[in-house]
């Protein structure tokens, strides 16, 4: 394999790597607004500059192939006065808004003029601004703060699938818009967010929520849909305010699609049932405690029980609900429900090119394996048993197929639970640690971000109560 | 290690300690100026680096405070409590702003951080109140104006 030399340490690299994926790759840090691995290189920030021996001028890492035994210093004076320059070049218009922008934080543009821009400004003349234009419900446009990198644009181009945003004029004057200002129809957008270096685009539902520092991040993954993207969920004080993606190469890559990252409502909603409930004489819903609460259940879950388990379960609550039906409810039939028309893990398509599938439950495939098949909504029972995370289908219309009472343990709404005699409450995706599976057979962690809401408990401790 | 250094069998009374000590209290109680005052009739003044009170400065009725939320992430007794939001006339805006005083150190980290010299120390230092919910200052309460800094 053909060498080159970074910062004096010899570096192999396949031929056609540029150079700044070979010091990605090994842990060297250059600079950079314009460049993402997934996007097509267009080398206009010019932050990336390094100095090649041997070529007089100073060249750009992202658009420099590595060459045999080409030596490249990444730090020299000459390039870090380049980045001083482009550095202030690139402030020209920036406003520094930092106390009102989303970004700050976890801005590249922040970063980068802390490390290397001048803590003052020379420049004296007018700044431009512009009227933001509306970009639909999911972003927010800052155009004072945009420095054309045109990442979203070939964001939007290159993994969207459509050219949705452009460059308006040019020089001074460009700006950043979708085409004629129509709302943005890409069920992605909120990547734009993610790869924006600058505060430009900020997503709207987190807007003023949250200081991106005071979030804690939890490795976890996506329970959207059977893709099971990865995915920080970043929470504080028992409260989740947003996902990110995690960067994942076999499965999403850098994204996530819009459905996934806002599908943590419900874990904080006021309409979650959160105290375990029961249904009194005069047919109301009434808090009670657990173990009543778990004895009601017990008493009515009699006869031939139908055992209703979500895919959005993880495999180990999957594991322990049908051991304990094994061993506590004789005559107890099993099977899996989530998104409509999903009975089998065949029926799981993909939803575009990108990354949605259409089980919008993420381990339908692992409750396949676990022997389940999936509720067709046929047959007569006596009493009913539906375990259920936050994102599997609400089931309203059991009482065709249960005689007796409908009892639900897990995440339930308020509105929904017309039919059911008692509601444990139980825990969703953030508040548990668990092994989901995704369509391609790939099993994959969920960790617990925070503390169970309210009185939520696990199946485990559940299944404890009721022995 | 315990040294017996008195000499006499005089010295043992301490006798002349003791007139020695006589001495300073009868000169300090008939001759020296009081060290106290009349308070509340009576104020010191204090130094205008003196941190006391916050107040949020407000110019032609508008906050300072654009809710960017440094003062509480320096604030070490994590006693400032502020929830964002947008107004027509403001982008960013404290809708919630409240102050522990009775957790607060006094350190004026908050002043110190403030980007857009909102949050200020005053020089009041009368804060006893009767109830603890009454050392919880509130924005309207953060918005009197309590000096001029
Ligand atoms: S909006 Fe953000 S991503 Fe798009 S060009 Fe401007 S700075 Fe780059
Ligand atoms: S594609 Fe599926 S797993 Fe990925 S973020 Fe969207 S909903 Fe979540
Ligand atoms: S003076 Fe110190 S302790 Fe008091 S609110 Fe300010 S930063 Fe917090
Ligand atoms: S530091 Fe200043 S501007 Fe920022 S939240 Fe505190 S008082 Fe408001
Ligand atoms: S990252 Fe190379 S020019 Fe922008």
């Known amino acids: 394999m053909p060498k080159c030399i970074i910062d004096g340490k010899e570096l192999e690299f396949k031929p056609g790597e540029m150079v700044i994926q070979v010091a990605d790759r090994n842990g060297i840090d250059i600079p950079r607004f314009c460049y993402h691995p997934a996007l097509a290189v267009v080398a206009q920030c010019r932050m990336c500059a390094v100095e090649v021996e041997k070529m007089p001028k100073i060249q750009t890492a992202c658009s420099l192939p590595a060459g045999d035994g080409m030596i490249v210093h990444t730090n020299s004076d000459k390039v870090k006065k380049t980045r001083a320059s482009v550095m202030e070049f690139t402030l020209i218009n920036h406003p520094l808004d930092c106390p009102i922008c989303d970004e700050a934080g976890e801005c590249t543009l922040q970063d980068y003029s802390f490390a290397h821009g001048a803590p003052d400004s020379r420049y004296e003349e007018h700044r431009r601004t512009f009227i933001d234009l509306d970009m639909g419900p999911v972003i927010k446009k800052n155009m004072n703060r945009c420095i054309h990198c045109t990442r979203c644009i070939r964001f939007c181009d290159e993994v969207g699938g459509f050219r949705e945003m452009v460059a308006l004029k040019r020089g001074n004057s460009t700006e950043i818009t979708t085409v004629d200002g129509k709302p943005l129809e890409t069920e992605y957008a909120g990547n734009l967010a993610d790869i924006c270096p600058t505060g430009s685009l900020t997503l709207v539902d987190f807007r003023f929520k949250k200081r991106a520092w005071y979030l804690a991040k939890t490795k976890s993954v996506c329970e959207g849909c059977a893709q099971g993207c990865n995915i920080d969920v970043n929470s504080e004080n028992g409260v989740v305010f947003r996902h990110l993606p995690r960067e994942n190469m076999e499965i999403n890559k850098w994204w996530i699609c819009d459905e996934g990252r806002f599908s943590f409502k419900y874990v904080n909603a006021e309409a979650r049932v959160t105290e375990p409930t029961v249904r009194t004489a005069d047919k109301k819903l009434d808090f009670t405690d657990w173990k009543s609460a778990v004895a009601e259940a017990k008493a009515k879950a009699t006869g031939k029980v139908l055992v209703l388990i979500g895919s959005d379960l993880t495999l180990e609550e999957i594991r322990a609900i049908q051991a304990f039906a094994k061993d506590k409810l004789k005559d107890a039939a099993l099977f899996h429900f989530g998104t409509p028309g999903h009975l089998k893990a065949s029926d799981d398509k993909a939803e575009d090119k990108i990354l949605r599938r259409t089980s919008k439950t993420s381990n339908l495939h692992g409750a396949e394996k676990l022997g389940l098949k999936g509720w067709d909504g046929q047959g007569k029972y006596d009493s009913a048993l539906v375990f259920r995370g936050g994102r599997a289908m609400m089931l309203t219309d059991l009482r065709k197929n249960v005689g007796g009472a409908i009892i639900g343990v897990g995440v339930f709404e308020t509105a929904a639970i017309d039919s059911y005699e008692v509601v444990l409450p139980g825990l969703s995706y953030t508040e548990k640690s668990g092994t989901i599976v995704n369509w391609q057979g790939k099993e994959q962690k969920l960790n617990k971000a925070i503390e169970p809401v309210g009185q939520s408990r696990s199946v485990a401790d559940v299944f404890a109560l009721w022995s | ?149």
């Open chain 2, 1 to 149: 290690m315990l040294v017996n250094n008195k000499k006499g069998f005089l010295n043992k009374f301490y006798l002349f300690e003791i007139l020695t000590g006589l001495k300073i209290t009868m000169r300090n109680m008939l001759f020296a100026k009081n060290v106290t005052i009349q308070y509340p009739e009576e104020r010191r003044t204090y130094s205008d680096r003196y941190r006391g009170l916050h107040y949020i400065k407000s110019v032609n009725g508008v906050e300072n405070c654009t809710a960017c939320m440094l003062c509480p992430t320096v604030c070490p007794a994590e006693c400032i409590h502020i929830v964002a939001g947008e107004r027509p006339d403001k982008e960013k805006y404290p809708v919630k702003f409240e102050i522990d005083i009775l957790r607060c150190c006094y350190c004026g980290f908050c002043e110190e951080a403030c980007p857009k010299d909102a949050i200020k120390l005053s020089n009041i230092y009368e804060m006893a109140v009767s109830y603890r919910d009454k050392g919880v200052y509130d924005k309207e309460a953060l918005l009197v104006q309590r000096g001029t800094k």
